[in-house]
């Protein structure tokens, strides 16, 4: 069982940055792939961004791409994900998700656990 908790959510200018983090617990974090999703108000969860186990294959959803950052700190059982040059339309919850398989790592379905959300604003 693997417990994922967000934070770093907070409103911001457009052009602004913010950094989330997720904080896992348990031993096993370091055998996880690692996601980041968002979810906008009607609409449905979106892949944002992922990470292998080992840092070493990282992926984005092309509307991110050259704005944000994902890493992680295995030793501090710790993901981040570094956004700048935000935009309104990044406006959502984010969610952290991990994944024991790291099959599908840029469909929700290829996550086991996910935390709770955590709210990021741009405005205009």
């Known amino acids: 069982q693997v417990q994922l908790v967000e934070s770093g959510g907070g409103l911001v200018q457009a052009g602004g940055s913010l950094r989330l983090s997720c904080a896992a617990s348990g031993r096993t974090f370091s055998t996880y792939g690692m996601g980041w999703f968002r979810q906008a108000p009607g609409k449905e969860r979106e892949f944002v961004a992922a990470?292998?186990?080992?840092?070493?294959?990282?992926y984005y959803t092309e509307s991110v791409n050259g704005r944000f950052s994902i890493s992680r700190d295995n030793a501090k059982n710790t993901m981040y994900l570094q956004m700048n040059s935000l935009k309104p339309e990044d406006t959502a919850v984010y969610y952290c998700?991990?994944?024991?398989?790291?099959?599908?790592?840029?469909?929700?379905?290829?996550?086991?656990?996910w935390g709770q959300g955590t709210q990021v604003t741009v405005s205009s």
């Open positions: 990470v292998n186990w080992s840092g070493n294959n990282i």
């Open positions: 998700a991990a994944g024991r398989a790291g099959t599908y790592p840029t469909k929700a379905y290829g996550y086991d656990y």
